[in-house]
């Protein structure tokens, strides 16, 4: 029951956070849709594409190929902003759930009830979790609501697995975050580390077409986790990358909330 | 019985040190003032008390328990006032206090009374409130869940005279009922007006525990006498021999008694006066007397 109540409060105090964050992805989410006859089989744009550098168009997803069908489409660049946004709402969320209570000395007030810190991390944990499924479900349904009144979407396991591949590597993205939370006092350092590790991972990926070392690099990027074009096709997560994307997180939240136990609260 | 004990309780941020070796009992139902400047180790005190920080050594006991991991349950037992005030913005006071009840589980609170008492308007957002206002919702915050141990760092900052004056009447109605206050502060007067007991700490260490009366100087007293002749006259009439700090401001002379109050006065009135005022140092004279530049009281 106390647990619930700090949950709550959690989602009180991110209401207004959470609208901001669900109406950005939904309204992106809705306007990559609504271009989605302009691209399906668009000879000029496929032809346009063709001319692009390699490396672009890995950084985007872009697949010639996969610009025939609305689910190819959403895999390639509606896909990168979609996780690139949710992982950053994530990340962020993650970030400073400890480290502003620290940095604007909230928790004198929090860190002194008769709640225990590990209780306190995870209720927090708790409201981020419910907050991030929230937006990725309705920037999920938004995607299906509007790409059905479109198009027919032939593959929707395999689209709605592309989503969730976004979902998970959004909570591994937030495992990182709390270990940078509870480690940093300083919200905006925790902050700017936590956007600045999914930025400087998405910068790994785009750097996959560029062979040699720089491809070697692309494989600490979080947002290789997942090959998208295999899921449409096997209409299945691989084990190995669902293992990772949770187990990142879990480690993330574990850590986080051992360091936060042990530490000294300097408010 | 004894509410908080502490042995030999160390904390060092790093090498720099809080306090050192500190060693204090404070019994149900004391008003225990704490007093030092700033930097001294106040606060450093009261955060492991609160167990936001954990000692480096020595050892501590609330409420007979021996705290050597995190104990949330005894925080069910204390308030705790922190000198700086920092509360959700976005919510009202209404909510925050709503909020607070909640983590402390408390079925029924009077939030309106509390409120009434301290004139403080609920309805309005924790950021629209000015620093005194902020100090009494934390006020009510710490006490909504009637505490056996209030811990209040630096609690009247902020609080105009009267709320303050209100403050304390309340302070001590809680501690005829039981309450035992922890009271770390450097206003000295506010101790004076309180405190059963006193600690002073100075540079992490406690360099004096007793009662208020008790402390070093408190049989001194400060003559000012206005002469019904003009101009400085310590020279003229040797009034270095009354007190070789006799100091001349503003026409008048102020004497510092240490002791043979009436030989000091049968001196002083050897020369017709024309006004005088015998007064008691305050705390804050007596402090920056005995602690101040690190003499040692003894």
Excluded at chain 1, 234 to 258: C, D, R
Excluded at chain 2, 45 to 53: D, G, S
Excluded at chain 2, 152 to 175: A, V, Y
Aim: charged letters at 20%; hydrophobic letters at 45%; glycine letters at 8%.
């Amino acid at each position: 029951m106390k647990s619930l109540n700090l949950t709550r409060h959690e989602l009180f105090l991110g209401k207004k956070n959470l609208l901001t964050w669900t109406l950005i992805i939904a309204g992106l989410m809705i306007m990559f849709v609504s271009t989605t006859t302009l691209i399906i089989d668009n000879a000029e744009m496929a032809e346009l594409i063709e001319g692009f550098p390699q490396a672009l168009l890995d950084s985007f997803n872009i697949n010639v190929e996969s610009f025939t069908t609305f689910e190819g489409w959403m895999a390639s660049e509606p896909y990168v902003f979609f996780v690139l946004l949710l992982a950053s709402f994530a990340v962020a969320l993650a970030s400073t759930s400890i480290s502003r209570e620290i940095d604007q000395g909230t928790g004198e007030f929090l860190f002194v009830t008769p709640h225990s810190r590990r209780n306190i991390f995870w209720s927090k944990a708790g409201a981020d979790f419910l907050q991030i499924s929230f937006v990725f479900l309705i920037g999920t349904a938004v995607t299906f609501a509007v790409g059905s009144t479109i198009v027919s979407i032939t593959n929707p396991t395999g689209l709605f697995l592309v989503f969730l591949s976004a979902y998970l590597t959004a909570l591994a993205t937030a495992g990182i975050g709390y270990v940078l939370s509870c480690l940093i006092d300083n919200q905006r350092t925790a902050l700017a580390l936590g956007v600045g590790f999914v930025l400087l991972s998405f910068l790994f990926k785009s750097l996959a077409g560029m062979g040699g070392i720089l491809s070697n690099l692309a494989k600490l990027s979080i947002f290789q986790l997942f090959d998208l074009f295999a899921i449409l096709d096997n209409h299945a997560l691989s084990f190995s990358s669902l293992a990772t994307s949770l187990g990142i997180y879990i480690i993330g939240l574990v850590v986080g909330s051992e360091i936060l136990a042990r530490k000294n609260l300097n408010l | 019985m004894e509410i908080l004990k502490t042995e030999k309780l160390t904390k060092y941020y790093g090498k720099t040190k809080g306090i050192l070796d500190l060693n204090l009992e404070i019994e149900k139902g004391e008003i225990f003032g704490f007093i030092g400047p700033n930097g001294a180790g106040k606060s450093t005190t009261i955060r492991l008390l609160m167990q936001l920080i954990f000692p480096s050594s020595g050892s501590f006991t609330l409420f007979g328990q021996q705290l050597k991991v995190e104990n949330p349950r005894i925080r069910q037992r204390i308030g705790y006032l922190p000198s700086e005030i920092n509360f959700y913005h976005e919510l009202t006071g209404k909510q925050l206090l709503e909020l607070s009840a909640k983590l402390y589980e408390l079925a029924t609170v009077e939030i309106e009374q509390w409120a009434e008492l301290l004139e403080l308007d609920l309805t309005k957002t924790v950021k629209s409130y000015s620093l005194g206002n902020r100090k009494k919702l934390a006020i009510i915050q710490s006490l909504l869940h009637e505490p056996e141990l209030l811990i209040l760092d630096e609690p009247t900052s902020g609080l105009d005279p009267l709320i303050q004056s209100r403050f304390f009447e309340l302070l001590k109605e809680k501690n005829a009922q039981g309450m035992t206050i922890f009271l770390s502060t450097h206003v000295l007067s506010e101790v004076e007006k309180l405190c059963h007991r006193v600690g002073i700490i100075r540079e992490g260490r406690l360099i004096n525990l007793s009662s208020v009366a008790e402390l070093p100087g408190r049989a001194e007293r400060i003559v000012e006498v206005r002469y019904e002749e003009d101009g400085d006259l310590r020279e003229k009439y040797s009034f270095a021999q009354i007190d070789p700090a006799v100091r001349y401001t503003d026409g008048i002379h102020s004497f510092h008694v240490q002791s043979h109050l009436h030989e000091a006065l049968a001196a002083i009135a050897q020369h017709p006066i024309s006004d005088i005022i015998i007064k008691q140092p305050s705390l804050e004279e007596l402090f920056m007397k005995y602690y101040g530049r690190g003499e040692d009281p003894k």
